[in-house]
């Protein structure tokens, strides 16, 4: 028998390439468009999420002095005394309010 005349299988013929080519390319392509809308979703959260710690008011305490050292007075130490070992934290808190916080806190205080 002459081998040209016998029909040859798809299969047989094609056995080192891809089958589904439209299939493969669509889920190539669609696995990579699904990575891009996530990096970008991602991106997005983050920007909004420090975004909102940022305008919420959270930032980095501003160095006061060259040394960085809060000043322990008894005005803002209240009601610690100045050599108590929270007396900087309450500074701390009590430097970073606005003028009319402080006004507020001091009133209070007053009152009492």
Request: include cysteine; proline fraction near 7%; glycine fraction near 8%.
């Amino acid at each position: 028998m002459n081998p040209e005349a016998q029909p040859t299988s798809p299969a047989v013929a094609d056995s080192g390439g891809i089958r589904f080519p439209r299939v493969y390319a669509l889920l190539k392509w669609g696995i990579i468009a699904t990575l891009v809308v996530l990096s970008i979703l991602a991106a997005a959260f983050w920007v909004m999420v420090l975004g909102g710690f940022a305008g919420s008011g959270f930032h980095a305490a501003p160095r006061t002095g060259d040394s960085g050292e809060i000043v322990v007075t008894p005005e803002c130490a209240w009601p610690y005394g100045v050599r108590d070992s929270n007396a900087m934290a309450v500074c701390r808190l009590f430097y970073n309010m606005t003028p009319e916080q402080r006004a507020q806190v001091l009133k209070k205080r007053a009152a009492k």
